[in-house]
């Protein structure tokens, strides 16, 4: 029973390193596979993430911001502020991962609070699992400042 103890607290303090490392370098996506193959429990996961986001580099800003293309910037100015956040999300995971997760999505502000609807429930939980650390950053890039992320099913 010890070993057993002993194990899963050295597993965690690997996954917690590696989570940590892939957070620090921008590699968001990265972070949360390796939190979908870890010990770490979505709270503990959520807590490396605010860490990262409170303490971590601001080199991440939205690329558009220093874009040399004023006619991108000027389009994105245009558009609602989901449309901005899915914009830089679709810079920063494959173009099948968008289609399939982001594509059909509709997000609103309401106060401090991001409001994400997804067309159901398995399609909520896995935005929720697996892209909320980057929902939430490409929202505080893209807005200036950090919201609330919820996901519902429209």
Avoid: C
Wanted: charged fraction near 30%; aromatic fraction near 12%.
């Amino acid at each position: 029973m010890m070993n057993e103890k002993f194990s899963k607290g050295t597993y965690k303090r690997i996954d917690e390193e590696r989570i940590r490392k892939a957070l620090e370098n921008g590699r968001f996506q990265d972070a949360i596979v390796l939190f979908s193959y870890s010990v770490l429990t979505k709270d503990e996961f959520t807590l490396l993430q605010q860490t990262y986001v409170s303490d971590g580099p601001s080199e991440m800003k939205m690329k558009e911001t220093e874009n040399d293309n004023p006619q991108e910037a000027t389009v994105l100015q245009n558009t609602s502020p989901w449309e901005q956040i899915l914009h830089f999300i679709s810079t920063k995971i494959s173009a099948t991962s968008f289609e399939s997760w982001f594509k059909q999505t509709k997000g609103e502000i309401d106060g401090d609070v991001l409001i994400i609807s997804s067309g159901d429930s398995y399609q909520r939980d896995w935005l929720e699992e697996r892209y909320s650390m980057l929902i939430w950053r490409a929202a505080e890039n893209v807005l200036g400042r950090a919201y609330e992320v919820r996901f519902t099913v429209s």
